[in-house]
C-alpha cells in the first residue's frame, strides 16, 4: 500500500524560483493537509483541505498556495521561493477532520 | 485555542514501561486527544488516540484523566526503537476546524537507554 506519497523527495532552489510539491494518497481520505518542519521544531501547518474542494489556511499560509486538484491530490506551491521556506515539507491525510493523520515521507526543501 | 503542554525530554531504560505526560487544561467536549511520534528522518506515525475513556492498541495504552485536561502515553515495555519524538495534539470533531489546532508542538524526545 502506497498510503500518501510525495515528490520530489530533495529540492535545491534559488530565491526567487518557483516550484510545486505534489502530494496523493490512495485512502480515499476527505481532508489532506500540507505542514513544514523546520530543524529541532514541531511541525506547523501551512494549509489543509477539509473536503474535495475546500482549503484553508493554517498557521503558516504566507508565501504558499495550495491546490485541491480531486480527492487523491494537494499540491503545494511556492511562487517566489525565500531562504525562509528552507524545511521539510509534510504531506498528510485523513478519512475525517478528526480521523487519524497518515503522513508522507516528507520532501526536503533547500532555498540558496 | 486549546493548546498541549509536554515536557521536551525523558528518559528511560529498555524493557521498562515509559509514562509521557500531556496537559491540555482548555481542551473542549468535541477534541480528541491524539498522540503520533516521530522518528528521526520520517513522517509522524499514528500511535492512538481516544476521547474521554481508557485506550489500549498494540502500540500503546492511553490514559485520559476524568477531567480531560491531562493524559498519559503508556509505553508497557520500552524498547530501542521506541526512541522518537512523541507528540500529543488535540482534533475537534464536527465543525471544520480552525487550521491553527491542528499544529504539533514541539513534543517530547525520549531517549531509550539499553
Known amino acids: 500500500n502506497a498510503g500518501v506519497t510525495q515528490t520530489p523527495k530533495f529540492q535545491v532552489l534559488k530565491t526567487g524560483q518557483s516550484m510545486t510539491l505534489q502530494c496523493a494518497q490512495d485512502?480515499?481520505?476527505?481532508?489532506m493537509y500540507w505542514y513544514r518542519q523546520d530543524p529541532g521544531m514541531g511541525l506547523r501547518l501551512i494549509y489543509y483541505?477539509?473536503?474535495?474542494?475546500?482549503?484553508d489556511k493554517g498557521e503558516v499560509p504566507n508565501g504558499y498556495n495550495v491546490s485541491r486538484l480531486n480527492k487523491r491530490e494537494f499540491s503545494l506551491r511556492l511562487e517566489s521561493a525565500a531562504p525562509s521556506q528552507t524545511s521539510v515539507y509534510f504531506c498528510?491525510?485523513?478519512?475525517?477532520?478528526?480521523?487519524?493523520?497518515?503522513f508522507g515521507e516528507g520532501s526536503r526543501l533547500t532555498v540558496l | 485555542d486549546a493548546k498541549t503542554t509536554q515536557p521536551n525530554s525523558m528518559e528511560s531504560n529498555e524493557e521498562e514501561p515509559v509514562h509521557l505526560p500531556c496537559n491540555h487544561s482548555?481542551?473542549?467536549?468535541?477534541?480528541?486527544i491524539h498522540w503520533y511520534r516521530q522518528l528521526p528522518s520520517q513522517g509522524p506515525e499514528y500511535v492512538i488516540h481516544?476521547?474521554?475513556s481508557n485506550v489500549n492498541n498494540r502500540m500503546a495504552s492511553l490514559a485520559i484523566a476524568e477531567d480531560r485536561k491531562s493524559s498519559t502515553l503508556i509505553l508497557h515495555r520500552a524498547t530501542l526503537r521506541d526512541a522518537a519524538v512523541y507528540y500529543c495534539?488535540?482534533?475537534?470533531?464536527?465543525?471544520?476546524?480552525?487550521?491553527?489546532?491542528?499544529?504539533f508542538g514541539e513534543g517530547t524526545q525520549l531517549t531509550v537507554n539499553p
Open positions: 498528510a491525510s485523513s478519512e475525517a477532520e478528526a480521523g487519524e493523520l497518515f
Open positions: 485512502m480515499n481520505h476527505n481532508s
Open positions: 483541505s477539509a473536503s474535495e474542494g475546500t482549503t
Open positions: 482548555t481542551i473542549s467536549g468535541t477534541d480528541y
Open positions: 481516544g476521547l474521554t
Open positions: 495534539i488535540l482534533r475537534d470533531v464536527g465543525i471544520r476546524t480552525s487550521g491553527s489546532r491542528l499544529t
